[in-house]
């Protein structure tokens, strides 16, 4: 299966996650790319900081929700728009289980 973000999963999963190893992932992702061999260390702090930011506020949310929430709301990072070659949408997207879209610029 094609991989088409550095990484996505729910919530839930998020909050679970080892911070290096996720920006193991999205450096390996971005790698990837023709036009992108390499990723600079200001990419990597960037990564750093919106962990940092996405990771404290969805735990934050997530003490006022019910769990089963967690499990159907979706996070990517660095996703890339179906057939534009590498091209992606914004830097954190958010999807609810109601279907509604936040986009996330860091």
Same mark, same amino acid.
């Given at each position: ?15 679970? !996650? ?73 830097? !954190?997207?958010? !999807? ?11």
């Amino acid at each position: 299966m094609e991989q088409f973000s550095g990484w996505s999963g729910y919530w839930a999963e998020f909050l679970q !996650v080892n911070k290096q190893k996720f920006i193991e992932q999205l450096s390996n992702y971005c790698r990837e790319f023709d036009w992108a061999k390499t990723v600079s260390e200001q990419q990597i702090m960037a990564w750093h900081h919106e962990f940092d930011v996405m990771h404290k506020t969805l735990k934050s949310l997530s003490e006022n929700i019910e769990a089963s929430f967690l499990n159907k709301a979706w996070i990517s990072f660095e996703h890339e728009l179906f057939g534009e070659s590498g091209k992606r949408a914004a830097d !954190v997207n958010l !999807v609810l289980p109601s279907g509604e879209l936040f986009l996330i610029e860091f």
